[in-house]
């Protein structure tokens, strides 16, 4: 009943109120309608009768009487009597009493005319009004039946009809409420058709606004716990040289053995305050990045020059591992790019490819142009990074061989930088495996 509540409700409403319509409707013109049938006997009667009246019309006493019985002996059923102006029956039928009242309320049909002013025809048509009467009622039951069961359908098929959009957006809300998937609304143009479209339109628009808010709140997520991971691995970073210069500080001052030597370690710590120094500022810069508050100039560059610009030292540090540096740039490609952070970005990503390639490997650098944009490839041979570390390479401080990356003074911040930068100049790049070593790309729009 819950779930059909409405349907039942329209349908019992259209139905009593059919039902009140068919009753007022029967109290109201029943009355109107016996009479006029009693009307149409009386006319009938009198039709019945007619013939009798013109041959009763303009005769003497005998004259009616012979007229009056030849109508009995042709019309034996008819009943009728006839009277004188003295009130004296003159002509009676067999079939009636003519001591009997004529006005006696019975279900009868009567009528009486007046002949030659002097005789008054009396006649009653018996036993056929109350048949008659018998015969309308059923009739009218049955066309009220008729009438009431054609309206109960009506009922049923208006209440249907007006109760399934309603239902069905009842369902629709429910399964809204639960953030389910929803059927697209049936086309309607009344007011039930506007309020599912805007019902539909406005759980559109708050799926949208979910969507985004938890997307917003998982962005922010990912944010703290970058932040976290940064302070972190910056304050793991820092801790262990700034122990060490605390300690050497400490000897010196103590006057400990070997640190007597001031010269010797103040050297050192020298070396590591400026390495800590170098830390700060691309911290500082990663930070600045992060926040937009370093915008790229950007400007039209020849990348062949740029590249050789930036990697002048790198043959003297490929020769002393013997890797060879082979670098293939054409002299006529340009981009558009912030030239400081596209020639930091470049430096970077080579001299990470070196420090990570075996001895005796080979690094190439080349350039293609195609379909409007420039790509700029870095290969690392003879190398294989593992596929779940790719993704955390640009992480800050990451590290895939701590100890060995600590011993050549490498913090891990070189492609966390090399990433922010070419984002903020919106250049795509991307680092994957490939069958002959690492291969970094970037792509440009001429």
Not at 272 to 278: D, E, F, G, V, W
């Amino acid at each position: 009943m819950k779930k059909r509540g409405i349907f039942i409700k329209v349908f019992l409403y259209t139905t009593i109120f059919l039902i009140l319509i068919v009753c007022v409707t029967v109290g109201l013109f029943s009355q109107q309608f016996l009479s006029f049938y009693d009307t149409t006997q009386t006319q009938q009667l009198y039709n019945s009768y007619q013939s009798l009246y013109e041959q009763l019309s303009d005769k003497s006493n005998d004259d009616i009487l012979k007229a009056a019985q030849t109508f009995y002996n042709n019309n034996q059923s008819f009943s009728f009597y006839i009277k004188d102006s003295k009130d004296n029956i003159i002509f009676s039928t067999p079939n009636i009493d003519p001591s009997e009242n004529f006005n006696n309320g019975s279900n009868d049909s009567r009528v009486m005319m007046t002949i030659n002013h002097d005789y008054t025809l009396f006649a009653i048509s018996r036993g056929t009004a109350k048949t008659d009467y018998s015969s309308l009622i059923n009739k009218s039951l049955v066309a009220l039946a008729c009438m009431l069961g054609v309206g109960v359908l009506g009922a049923f098929v208006f209440a249907r009809q007006m109760t399934r959009p309603i239902k069905r957006l009842v369902n629709d809300t429910r399964k809204m409420a639960n953030l389910e998937d929803v059927l697209p609304a049936p086309e309607r143009k009344d007011e039930i058709g506007v309020l599912t479209r805007d019902v539909h339109s406005m759980y559109d628009k708050l799926k949208d606004t979910i969507s985004k808010l938890e997307e917003e709140i998982l962005r922010e997520r990912e944010m703290e716990e970058a932040q976290r991971y940064f302070f972190s691995a910056a304050s793991h970073e820092m801790k262990t040289p700034i122990a060490a210069t605390r300690a050497l500080v400490e000897g010196m001052i103590a006057g400990v053995g070997d640190y007597k030597d001031h010269p010797k370690y103040l050297r050192e710590v020298l070396k590591m305050l400026s390495a800590q120094n170098k830390i700060i500022s691309e911290i500082l810069e990663l930070v600045n990045l992060s926040e937009d508050k370093i915008i790229p100039a950007m400007e039209n560059i020849n990348l062949s020059e740029l590249i050789r610009s930036v990697t002048q030292e790198y043959y003297l540090i490929a020769e002393s591992r013997e890797q060879t540096l082979n670098i293939d740039v054409p002299a006529d490609i340009h981009c558009k790019a912030d030239k400081n952070m596209l020639g930091r970005s470049i430096s970077n990503v080579i001299m990470n490819a070196l420090q990570n390639a075996p001895d005796g490997a080979a690094v190439r650098v080349w350039c293609e142009a195609k379909n409007g944009c420039a790509r700029l490839f870095v290969l690392n041979t003879e190398s294989r990074i593992d596929e779940n570390t790719l993704p955390k390479l640009f992480d800050p401080f990451y590290r895939v061989d701590k100890a060995r990356s600590r011993s050549t003074n490498r913090n891990g911040l070189g492609l966390t930088l090399v990433k922010r930068m070419l984002d903020a100049m919106n250049i795509p790049f991307t680092l994957k495996n490939t069958d002959d070593g690492v291969l970094f790309t970037m792509e440009f729009n001429k």
